[in-house]
Structure formats: C-alpha cells, structure tokens
C-alpha cells in the first residue's frame, strides 16, 4: 500500500506539471504553428504578392516571425495566398502579431495601398496547428 501512495503521488505530479510518465525527461513544449489562408482578389493579386513581399515579410521579421514556407492557391474558384508560420509558443505568437498589427509603417503601407488600389482581402482564415503526441517530430525552427 505505501509503494501504491508513492506511486499516485508521483503519477499526479507528472500529469500536473506537464512531464512524461514514460520518461524521466520533462517534456518540452512543442512549438505552435499557424496556417494563414487570405481570399485575395484577382485584379488585385500582383499588387499584394508585391506588398507582401516588399513590406510585409521585412516588418514580420522585426517582430520576430518564422514564416516556413508560402504558397498560392486556387480553391473552389478563389485566389488564395497562404503560408505557415513557427513559433517558440502561443505567448510569442500573440506579442509578434499585437507588434506587427500596431507598427507604425505597416499602417501606413496598409492605408496608402489600399486607397490606391482598393481592397487587398476578401477573407482571412487563421488556424493555430499543435503537433500531436503521435506526430512524426519535425522541428522547423532552427
């Protein structure tokens, strides 16, 4: 009975604090990835690939953005500009974009653009992507 105690006691320990049961490692937290999909107009396609590329990708890198790969799509008839990101954690995820969303340039950029061209965006999709305990271990971030 008191190896039984002992072991519940150290059972609950690591299902509280995050640590493996299989292990005697603590486990690490495993990085966040974010799936970008923007609706872009057609007539408007060249025009934010340029803004992307020229601005948008410099600005990121201040605040700190991984930006793993980018890719165009076609799906069910729309243009889509997607690309995925890598961060540290949720954390740095969240300060990146309130850095990047409020820096002064980019507003600027967004606002002499957009009245010169119109809208850049029809609709943008986000989706926060964690591994799985059972994911092949890719780490992206360098």
Do not use: C
């Amino acid at each position: 009975m008191k190896y039984l105690f002992t072991y519940l006691f150290i059972l609950s320990g690591y299902l509280v604090f995050g640590q493996k049961v299989s292990g005697e490692n603590i486990s690490t937290p495993q990085p966040v990835h974010q799936l970008r999909i923007y609706e872009i107009p057609k007539e408007n396609k060249q025009v934010f690939l340029d803004r992307f590329r020229d601005h948008a990708l410099r600005i990121m890198k201040k605040y700190g953005f991984t930006i793993v790969s980018i890719w165009e799509s076609e799906f069910n008839e729309k243009t889509e500009f997607v690309y995925l990101l890598e961060w540290k954690d949720e954390h740095a995820m969240k300060m990146a974009w309130e850095g990047f969303m409020t820096d002064k340039e980019w507003k600027e950029i967004k606002t002499r653009t957009a009245k010169q061209y119109g809208n850049f965006v029809n609709e943008i999709e986000d989706r926060s992507l964690k591994l799985t305990d059972f994911s092949p271990e890719k780490k992206l971030l360098k």
